[in-house]
């Protein structure tokens, strides 16, 4: 099936320190978004991503939508102690019905 | 006013039994989905439901069956669980091709 490949898989950093994590694909997608999950919750939705190339930022958040359409980043700067938890990218392919694809997660430490 | 709810949040049950796990979401979205999370933390989906109608189905066992009484519910009833099927079912809901809002999760533990 359908892969993505999200890196790093977990990071350790100080308060403070920029974050940045990034998924890979073989296969182009229509949509890219971003996600924290917090311990006991449902993932929550941070970015999401419709255009080959943009780039959008939420508050300390920024993603782009890669221009091949097969990968995207999410950065944090100035991560805080809140920021702790799991980052997912999801993509959905071109002629889908919804359907999203998961990367495994990047995990976040931080700090204080 | 929770967007997308489930229950219940924790459902701990021995192997063999039958259970259901319910979905509701009130942000008028057409289409509902569920999703399976490993204890690796693997987001996986299983089913989607677009006015009714069954639109995605990914290689889930027949043991797991998806039921939706209206458009702003979609239940999952699971058959003879087995120890394998402990993970933590998340239901979704979006505008069919839209963002997906997620609810809070249901941790499902076999013994």
């Known amino acids: 099936g359908q892969q993505l490949n999200q890196s790093p898989q977990s990071m350790f950093i100080q308060e403070g320190e920029d974050v940045s994590m990034n998924c890979t694909s073989s296969?182009?997608?229509?949509?890219w978004l971003w996600y924290k999950q917090d311990p006991g919750e449902g993932p929550v939705l941070l970015i999401a991503?419709?255009?080959?190339?943009e780039l959008t930022s939420n508050g300390r958040l920024t993603a782009q939508f890669g221009i091949t359409r097969k990968d995207s980043f999410l950065n944090i700067s100035a991560s805080i102690p809140s920021d702790v938890g799991i980052y997912f990218c999801?993509?959905?392919?071109?002629?889908?019905?919804?359907?999203?694809?998961f990367g495994k997660g990047t995990k976040l430490s931080v700090k204080p | 006013d929770t967007a997308v709810s489930q229950t219940p949040k924790y459902l701990v049950t021995q192997m063999g039994n039958d259970k259901s796990i319910k979905c509701e979401q009130n942000?008028?979205?057409?289409?509902m989905y569920w999703y399976k999370q490993d204890s690796k933390k693997f987001l996986k989906i299983m089913f989607s439901?677009?006015?009714?109608?069954?639109?995605i189905n990914e290689t889930v066992p027949n043991r797991f069956s998806p039921k939706s009484p209206d458009k702003a519910h979609l239940n999952l009833h699971i058959n003879s669980l087995e120890l394998g099927d402990s993970a933590v079912y998340f239901c979704?809901?979006?505008?069919?091709?839209?963002?997906?809002?997620f609810g809070p999760g249901t941790r499902l533990t076999v013994l």
């Open positions: 979704a809901s979006s505008q069919v091709g839209d963002t997906q809002y």
């Open positions: 296969s182009i997608f229509n949509t």
């Open positions: 991503l419709y255009k080959a190339g």
């Open positions: 999801a993509g959905q392919l071109r002629g889908s019905q919804g359907n999203l694809i």
């Open positions: 942000l008028g979205h057409d289409t």
């Open positions: 439901y677009n006015n009714k109608e069954l639109i």
